[in-house]
Nanobody, 127 residues
Framework: QVQLVESGGGSGQAGGSLRLSCAGS????????MAWFRQAPGKEREGVAG???????VYADSVKGRFTISRDNANNALYLDMNSLKPEDSAVYYC?????????????????????WGQGTQVTVSS
């Protein structure tokens, strides 16, 4: 049974930092393309950052230079370091895994490509 469990969400102030973690189990972690998505109230789910097993990474323009995605294949873990937080970063953040395509295929962070999802963790940034 595949499980993705996020942790590390919470409240922060604008300009501050938070770190999200995701623990994966039940699949071959290193063969999955991993990503972070977020969804704010009334908005569609959007891709934030993604990483393959070769550590090639992609970011949404809105977070480039502020967020860093990393993965620890030995421990089936995925992280998102969020710096210079803005109120518009407030959302539920989801960890996602794509196992239907090889990791070298890359990703444009389209939610429909990902077949496993965590339950989400809330991030709230105040101004």
């Amino acid at each position: 049974q595949v499980q993705l469990v996020e942790s590390g969400g919470g409240s922060g102030q604008a300009g501050g930092s938070l770190r999200l973690s995701c623990a994966g189990s039940g699949y071959t972690y290193r063969r999955a393309y991993m990503a972070w998505f977020r969804q704010a109230p009334g908005k569609e789910r959007e891709g934030v950052a993604g990483a393959n097993d070769e550590r090639d990474v992609v970011y949404a323009d809105s977070v480039k230079g502020r967020f860093t995605i990393s993965r620890d294949n030995a421990n089936n873990a995925l992280y998102l370091d969020m710096n210079s937080l803005k109120p518009e970063d407030s959302a539920v953040y989801y960890c996602a895994a794509r196992t239907r395509l090889p990791t070298w295929a890359g990703s444009n962070l389209r939610a429909s490509d990902f077949n496993y999802w965590g339950q989400g963790t809330q991030v709230t940034v105040s101004s």
